[in-house]
Structures are given as C-alpha cells and as structure tokens.
C-alpha cells in the first residue's frame, strides 16, 4: 500500500513559461514531463489514419490551389482549324451559271486572354491557314473559270475591355483563389492541432485509467480482508447480520467498480493499439512539476489573438471572399470601354495575288438588360453581409473561449493547492492512525479508511493536473500555434 501511496504522490504538472525574447518554453517543459508523449506523437504521424487523411486533405487542397491560379494568369488556346464546301451549280438570272465552286482551308491559331489589373481584359489570336479554291465552269465574268489556286492567309487580332468601375475584378479574382488555399491551411493546422490533442488526451487517460485500476485493487483487497475479518468474527458473536452485510456488499461493489475501470482501460489500451500501433504498459505516468502560469505570456497570446487565432482567420478570409464574390456578380452590369484591331495578309503561292486589310474598332458597350437587377448580386451582397455578421461573433467567440480556458486552468491550479492540503492532511491522519493501531486503539478498518481517503485525495491531484495539461493545449491551438511543431519541431510530419 504505502509503495503505490508513493507512486502516485509523484504526480505533478509542469505549465509552460513565457520569456522576456516571446518565446513559448514548451517543448522541455510538456515533453520532458509527460515521459512518453514524444512516442505518442511520432506513432501519431507514423500510423494514425486521420493523420494521413489530413496530410492527404492539404495535399489535394495544394494541386486544386494551383489549378485555380490559372483564373489570373495568361488563357492561352491552340487550334488546328480546317474545312471546305463545295457549290456543285449555282444559278443565276439571265442564264448565268456557276458549277463546281470548291474551297478547302486548313491552319492552326493560337488566342490568348489575361485579366489586367485595371480590371480590363486584353485579348488577341494569330491564325495561319492555306486555303485550295477553284471554279470548274462559269458563265459569270466576275468568276471566271479557275484550275485552282493556293493562297496563304495570316490574320493578327487584338482587343481590350475595360469595365468603366471602380471595383477591382483581378484583385477580386486573386482574393477568391488565395482565399480558399489560406481556409484549406487554417483547416489543416486546426486538424492536426485537434490530433495532437487527442493524442495527449489519449496518453493521459491511459494513465488515469491505469491509475484508477491501481486504485481500486488497493481497496478491494483492504474490502476483502475486512469482510474476512468479519465473517470469521461473526460466528463468534462479535458482528451482526447487517454488519456482516454491508460488509460483503462493500466487496462486492469494489469488485464491481474494478470491472468496470479494467473495461475503460481496456478499451482506451484497445483503441490506442488500433490508432497508434503502440502496446500500452501497466506503468502508471509517475513524475510532471508544477508551475505557476506566467500571467505575462497569457496577456501575449490574448493580445495576438485577433490575427492568430485560426477560427478568426477563417471567419476574416470567409468575409473577404464574400465581398470578392460580389465584386465578381456585379461584372457584368457595367459599361465597356472597347478596343480592337485587326491585320490579315492574303498571298497567292503559285501566282503574284497579294491582299491585306487594316481595321481599327472603338466602341462602348452597355450590361445586357437582365443583368441589371441580378438576382445574383443580391444573394451575393447577402452573404456578404451574413458573412461580415459571423466574423463580429467569432471575435467575440473566440475571446470568451480564450478567457473561460485561462480561468479554467487558474481555478485548478488553485484546486491544485487545496487537493495538495487535502493529501497533506490525508498523510498525518494515516500516520496517525496507523500509530493508533500500533497500539491497539484503532481498528484496521479505521486504518483501512484513512488509507482510503489519502488515495482518492491523490487521485483528485492526478486528475486534476491532467486537466490543467489539456486545457494548456486547448489554449495554444485557439491561440493558432502549431502544436507539433512547438512540441516536436526536428520530426518528419509528412
């Protein structure tokens, strides 16, 4: 008894320090403390399928990110055009006749169009055809009769659009595309934060079950004995009925109660195998300090919070995107400013024909009628709206979260005192007692309470510290710090 008595009052927490430098000193201090969590995250990486799926997660996120840049760059097409037609007779009044007025072309072209930064949009192709035209019989003078000629055609385009507004679309266009890659990492780290935190959640619970089992079998086997003792008695006429009862019932309780921890920790060593491919140990976690929370790197992260906190990035990129996507609604419901030329040069190549044509076009284009009163722009604007709504209550979300974590650690750290005064305690009524029953003058079952009592009163100290250990966590992923990194920044995590 006195053995697992000293196991268990090893037990303390380590809080992590802010430094005059900013840094966060977390790694030694949680790492170092918690024996047995570095193997948890390595396995975590290694086996754990949400680990992989999460990787998998971003790396999709990453290839549709670059797919979707292309919106801003350059839209280039290449073609291999080709064709012809064939008017076999063709009549006309007065007896003029045309048979078999054939043309056959073929040629490639390549177009380009890019969204400016002005919001306009520079367009222009270049095509290259050679076409095969002839007429076989004619009675028409102005299309005589022709065995056929090649001619080799070259036509250059070029035109500009320019929305008359003040709204930027490329800006909009680029913010809608980095937008979703930033939603995709926050969501990521989030992710992967939350896994850390299971696996830590998962290693001290393997710990308190163990603890709770370790526990449990101490009091039973001081339960057994004590009926023993009773029973043996109660033929002598020492105990009653009901004593020798409520004795037994005792027992049986305890044995019910260790049933059921050794199926809690069962499960939890079950589902630690499945997860992290790690065989659990019948070692109970022995040894973490205790620190005072440094109200200093508290005030830091609460000051930072509304640029790193993940929830809040989220929340802004969703409001900005949505005020891009009303941007891009209201495109089409603007006048056009428009620009173009065109150049072609005709070539005969078994003859001296030469053509070639020079036009320039300006002009101003008005938004079709159905676009202006869009029902789209509407429903963007909406969300906009709804969107911009969200953020101001994830903000302050966000900051009652943060606030409730760090009250709730400085409430079991003060629980942390009193639990330690209750052990204290705890220890000078069991040498007491034990005293007492050196002497005659206690009885074991008065020992065997006190022993009790010392136990669950170390109990609550492990349980609590454990609690404090999550909540720490909690409080770094909200406050949008990488948890593996922080706490394994040399280790392969892809």
């Not at 192709?125 to 102005?142: K, L």
């Amino acid at each position: 008894m006195k053995k697992i008595l000293i196991l268990l009052s090893l037990f303390i927490l380590t809080l992590p320090v802010y430094s005059e430098t900013g840094d966060f000193q977390t790694q030694t201090d949680i790492l170092e403390n918690i024996p047995g969590l570095s193997a948890f995250l390595k396995a975590m990486v290694k086996n754990h399928p949400a680990y992989a799926a999460n990787q998998e997660y971003l790396n999709r996120s990453d290839f549709e990110y670059k797919n979707s840049k292309s919106s801003v760059f350059p839209e280039l097409n290449f073609n291999l055009t080709g064709g012809g037609s064939d008017n076999f007779n063709t009549r006309y009044a007065e007896g003029i006749e045309i048979k078999n007025n054939y043309t056959y072309y073929a040629g490639p072209e390549i177009s380009f169009s890019q969204l400016l930064p002005s919001s306009g949009t520079l367009s222009g192709s270049v095509s290259d055809s050679i076409s095969y035209s002839g007429i076989e019989e004619s009675t028409y003078p102005s299309y005589p009769q022709s065995d056929g000629e090649y001619i080799n055609s070259l036509d250059l385009g070029l035109s500009f659009t320019q929305p008359l507004t003040t709204d930027n679309i490329y800006k909009a266009s680029e913010t809608l595309v980095s937008n979703s890659f930033k939603i995709s990492e926050a969501g990521y780290l989030n992710n992967r934060n939350l896994l850390v935190i299971k696996a830590a959640n998962d290693y001290l619970n393997q710990s308190i079950t163990g603890y709770q089992v370790t526990l449990i079998k101490s009091r039973l086997e001081g339960y057994r004995e004590e009926y023993r003792k009773i029973e043996r008695e109660f033929e002598l006429g020492y105990w009653t009925k009901s004593q020798l009862n409520s004795a037994k019932a005792a027992m049986l309780q305890s044995e019910t109660d260790l049933l059921k921890a050794e199926r809690s920790r069962n499960l939890i060593r079950q589902q630690i195998l499945n997860l992290y491919g790690i065989e659990s140990s019948d070692k109970v976690l022995d040894q973490i300090s205790l620190l005072e929370i440094n109200d200093s790197e508290i005030a830091l992260l609460e000051k930072n919070l509304h640029e790193s906190s993940p929830d809040i990035k989220v929340a802004k990129l969703t409001y900005s995107s949505a005020e891009s996507n009303t941007v891009l609604e209201k495109k089409d419901r603007h006048f056009n400013l428009n620009a173009s030329a065109e150049y072609s040069v005709d070539n005969g190549i078994d003859n001296d024909y030469a053509a070639d044509t020079l036009s320039f076009t300006l002009s101003m284009s008005a938004p079709p009628i159905r676009k202006w009163n869009s029902s789209g722009q509407k429903a963007a604007e909406s969300e906009a709206e709804r969107a911009g709504y969200l953020l101001d209550e994830q903000i302050k979300s966000t900051i009652a979260e943060f606030q409730a974590l760090t009250d709730s650690i400085r409430v079991n750290v003060r629980l942390d005192e009193i639990y330690i005064l209750q052990v204290e305690t705890a220890e000078f009524e069991l040498e007491k007692t034990e005293a007492e029953f050196s002497l005659g003058t206690a009885t074991r079952k008065e020992l065997f309470e006190t022993q009790i009592n010392l136990e669950n009163a170390k109990l609550s100290v492990f349980s609590n510290r454990a609690e404090i250990i999550k909540t720490m966590l909690e409080i770094y992923k909200i406050s949008g710090l990488d948890l593996l990194e922080m706490l394994e920044p040399d280790m392969e995590k892809n």
